[in-house]
Protein backbone atom coordinates (compact mmCIF):
# COMPACT_ATOMS: atom_id res chain seq x y z
CA UNK A 1 0.00 0.00 0.00
CA UNK A 2 1.17 3.09 -1.05
CA UNK A 3 1.21 4.91 2.61
CA UNK A 4 1.87 8.71 1.22
CA UNK A 5 -1.56 8.22 -0.52
CA UNK A 6 -3.44 6.60 1.81
CA UNK A 7 -3.25 9.17 4.16
CA UNK A 8 -3.52 11.95 1.75
CA UNK A 9 -7.40 12.07 1.52
CA UNK A 10 -8.72 9.77 4.12
CA UNK A 11 -10.25 10.78 7.35
CA UNK A 12 -9.81 8.82 10.71
CA UNK A 13 -8.21 8.93 14.17
CA UNK A 14 -4.54 7.44 15.11
CA UNK A 15 -2.98 5.87 18.23
CA UNK A 16 0.86 6.05 18.91
CA UNK A 17 1.87 3.36 21.16
CA UNK A 18 5.27 4.08 22.60
CA UNK A 19 7.11 1.77 25.86
CA UNK A 20 9.69 3.20 27.89
CA UNK A 21 12.79 1.61 28.32
CA UNK A 22 11.28 -0.92 30.62
CA UNK A 23 8.74 -1.75 28.87
CA UNK A 24 5.99 0.44 30.57
CA UNK A 25 2.99 1.17 27.61
CA UNK A 26 1.86 4.62 27.17
CA UNK A 27 -1.08 5.48 24.37
CA UNK A 28 -1.33 8.67 23.00
CA UNK A 29 -3.69 10.24 20.13
CA UNK A 30 -1.74 11.54 17.15
CA UNK A 31 -3.06 12.98 13.43
CA UNK A 32 -1.81 11.72 10.08
CA UNK A 33 1.74 11.18 9.50
CA UNK A 34 3.85 13.34 8.03
CA UNK A 35 5.46 12.04 5.07
CA UNK A 36 9.28 13.24 4.14
CA UNK A 37 11.07 12.85 1.25
CA UNK A 38 13.70 10.25 2.19
CA UNK A 39 11.01 7.81 2.66
CA UNK A 40 10.43 8.40 6.95
CA UNK A 41 7.38 9.37 8.32
CA UNK A 42 7.07 12.42 10.98
CA UNK A 43 4.99 13.19 13.74
CA UNK A 44 5.26 16.50 15.93
CA UNK A 45 5.26 16.11 19.13
CA UNK A 46 5.39 17.92 22.54
CA UNK A 47 7.90 17.23 25.56
CA UNK A 48 5.36 14.96 26.94
CA UNK A 49 5.56 11.17 27.94
CA UNK A 50 5.44 10.09 24.19
CA UNK A 51 8.55 11.78 23.39
CA UNK A 52 10.25 10.59 26.54
CA UNK A 53 9.60 7.13 26.06
CA UNK A 54 11.64 7.50 22.49
CA UNK A 55 14.52 8.66 24.23
CA UNK A 56 15.07 4.99 25.55
CA UNK A 57 13.16 2.89 23.63
CA UNK A 58 13.07 3.83 20.00
CA UNK A 59 10.55 1.33 18.88
CA UNK A 60 6.71 2.70 18.27
CA UNK A 61 3.21 1.46 16.55
CA UNK A 62 0.77 3.96 14.89
CA UNK A 63 -2.68 2.39 14.78
CA UNK A 64 -5.21 4.34 12.14
CA UNK A 65 -8.59 3.92 12.39
CA UNK A 66 -10.76 5.33 9.36
CA UNK A 67 -14.01 7.05 9.89
CA UNK A 68 -16.98 5.12 8.86
CA UNK A 69 -18.87 1.81 9.76
CA UNK A 70 -17.01 -1.36 9.89
CA UNK A 71 -13.10 -1.37 11.14
CA UNK A 72 -10.61 -0.17 8.24
CA UNK A 73 -7.71 1.15 8.75
CA UNK A 74 -4.14 0.31 8.99
CA UNK A 75 -1.53 -0.15 11.80
CA UNK A 76 2.22 0.79 10.85
CA UNK A 77 5.15 -0.77 13.02
CA UNK A 78 7.90 1.99 13.43
CA UNK A 79 11.71 2.72 14.62
CA UNK A 80 12.85 6.29 15.32
CA UNK A 81 15.23 7.27 13.49
CA UNK A 82 16.23 10.70 14.24
CA UNK A 83 14.54 14.19 16.03
CA UNK A 84 14.58 17.41 15.45
CA UNK A 85 13.70 20.45 17.71
CA UNK A 86 11.87 23.63 17.03
CA UNK A 87 12.85 23.70 13.58
CA UNK A 88 11.68 25.72 10.61
CA UNK A 89 10.70 22.30 8.98
CA UNK A 90 8.24 21.31 11.70
CA UNK A 91 6.65 24.92 12.10
CA UNK A 92 5.99 24.53 7.91
CA UNK A 93 4.62 21.18 7.97
CA UNK A 94 2.42 21.48 11.29
CA UNK A 95 -1.59 21.14 10.51
CA UNK A 96 -2.66 23.58 13.44
CA UNK A 97 -1.54 25.51 16.15
CA UNK A 98 -1.13 24.52 19.75
CA UNK A 99 -3.39 27.27 21.33
CA UNK A 100 -6.06 24.59 22.55
CA UNK A 101 -3.69 23.14 24.66
CA UNK A 102 -3.05 25.78 27.97
CA UNK A 103 0.67 26.96 28.40
CA UNK A 104 1.91 25.06 25.57
CA UNK A 105 3.26 27.63 23.10
CA UNK A 106 6.51 28.60 24.60
CA UNK A 107 6.77 24.74 25.06
CA UNK A 108 9.52 23.15 22.82
CA UNK A 109 7.96 21.01 20.11
CA UNK A 110 10.19 18.10 18.35
CA UNK A 111 10.00 16.47 15.24
CA UNK A 112 10.12 12.74 15.17
CA UNK A 113 11.39 11.02 11.93
CA UNK A 114 10.49 7.16 11.97
CA UNK A 115 11.25 4.13 9.18
CA UNK A 116 8.21 2.74 9.05
CA UNK A 117 9.40 -1.60 9.62
CA UNK A 118 6.04 -3.14 8.95
CA UNK A 119 2.81 -2.17 7.79
CA UNK A 120 -0.83 -4.37 8.64
CA UNK A 121 -4.79 -3.76 8.18
CA UNK A 122 -6.42 -2.59 11.09
CA UNK A 123 -7.78 -6.28 11.41
CA UNK A 124 -5.69 -9.09 11.03
CA UNK A 125 -2.38 -10.09 10.98
CA UNK A 126 -1.72 -10.93 6.90
CA UNK A 127 0.87 -12.76 8.13
CA UNK A 128 2.14 -14.83 10.68
CA UNK A 129 5.47 -12.87 11.36
Known sequence: ?????YFQDIKGEGILATADGEGRVDLAVYARPHFMDDGTIAFIMAERLTHHNL???????????EEGPGYKGVRLFLKKVREEADTELLYTIRRRK??????????????VF???EKQLPLIGSGDPD
Open 1 to 5: MDLRA
Open 55 to 65: LSNPYAAYMFM
Open 98 to 111: YAAEPNQEDKSRFL
Open 114 to 116: FQV
